[in-house]
Nanobody, 127 residues
Framework: QVQLVESGGGSVQAEGSLRLSCAASGFTYSSYCLTWFRQAPGKEREGVAVIDGDGTTAYANSVKGRFTISRDNAKNTLYLQMNNLKPKDTAMYYC?????????????????????WGQGTQVTVSS
């Protein structure tokens, strides 16, 4: 019943922009902490950005100032606006939902805390 479906990925040149979307169904979106993760081949999945039910956000240092996370609870949709993309941003991007949010990156980026995951959308940034 619970589903998360990412969209909006694609191939762009460096310094370009993309907006990712994550459509949720089967649960009350506003009740969850929502996070974007990414994973490049051969690397661990890493937290990118998180937003709680009050709209408070946090970002990984690698994307701070370039990415913006937002949520539309009425539409049950999570977004990630990605500007000034760099080749290092190339990865599969996943949205995930957890029952609680945490203050520190080491906690909110812990994949074990997330109950629901989407299937991912690929972002490729060329130089």
């Amino acid at each position: 019943q619970v589903q998360l479906v990412e969209s909006g990925g694609g191939s762009v040149q460096a310094e370009g922009s993309l907006r990712l979307s994550c459509a949720a169904s089967g649960f009350t979106y506003s009740s969850y902490c929502l996070t974007w993760f990414r994973q490049a081949p051969g690397k661990e999945r890493e937290g990118v950005a998180v937003i709680d039910g009050d709209g408070t956000t946090a970002y990984a240092n690698s994307v701070k100032g370039r990415f913006t996370i937002s949520r539309d609870n009425a539409k049950n949709t999570l977004y990630l606006q990605m500007n000034n993309l760099k080749p290092k941003d190339t990865a599969m991007y996943y949205c995930a939902a957890a029952h609680s949010c945490y203050t520190y990156y080491s906690d909110w980026s812990n994949v074990a805390e997330y109950s629901y995951w989407g299937q991912g959308t690929q972002v490729t940034v060329s130089s």
